[in-house]
């Protein structure tokens, strides 16, 4: 049976944050892209460009009394990959080194923070 749903959990350098429920996240494995461009006898050629493990639309509850928003400014402001798995609501994991990208922002009126990621490429654990 195939199941889908929200993200449970995800881990950002050991810390564990709860993904909210109607948050829905966008994972893209990494890998090669594929582009075809024609030769001008019709024949046609693969273009291969490699592309990094992306993570995209996690909305993870922000703890004020735990200083959530200030952890993750700190992945923001580093200048190194970390740790990050995802679970999801079927236990399937998947791990990879990433990174924050984009603006790191949180919501007062739902104590959460959007967070997007790329880095290295998922692998399901």
Known sequence: MFVGGPIESISIKGRTFAVAGDADVSL????????????????????????????????????RDAQDQEFLQSVCDGTDLVDVSITYVDGNVYYSQQIITGDLKSSSA????????SGKGFKKQ
Do not use: C, Y
């Open 110 to 117: 739902n104590a959460t923070a959007e967070i997007a990621f």
């Open 28 to 63: 893209d494995l990494g890998g090669d892209s594929n582009e075809v461009q024609m030769n001008g006898n019709g024949t046609a050629r693969v273009i291969k460009t490699a592309k990094p493990g992306m993570l995209e639309a996690v909305t993870v509850a922000i703890d």
